[in-house]
């Protein structure tokens, strides 16, 4: 279970909650693809544009598992 606070004004979460289990830990790690998408869940206008992370130095990253 996860759950989010989202900052419209600033377009990022401010924190983000998982609730991990010990069966989380046995599993195989999974593999990083760096496709990051829109989330649907949110209005498209509330959220960054990749291009806006061009040259910034910076990715979305992850903010949980």
């Known amino acids: ?3 989010l606070v ?3 004004e600033w377009k990022i979460p401010v924190a983000v909650v ?3 289990e010990e069966s989380d830990f046995k599993q195989n790690k999974a593999h990083r ?3 990051f998408r829109f989330d ?3 209005s498209y206008k509330d959220q960054l544009n ?3 992370y061009a040259k910034s130095g910076y990715d979305k990253g992850h903010l949980a598992a």
Do not use: I
């Open 1 to 3: 279970t996860v759950y």
């Open 6 to 8: 989202f900052s419209k």
């Open 18 to 20: 998982e609730k991990l």
């Open 33 to 35: 693809t760096n496709d």
């Open 40 to 42: 649907s869940r949110l």
């Open 50 to 52: 990749p291009k806006q």
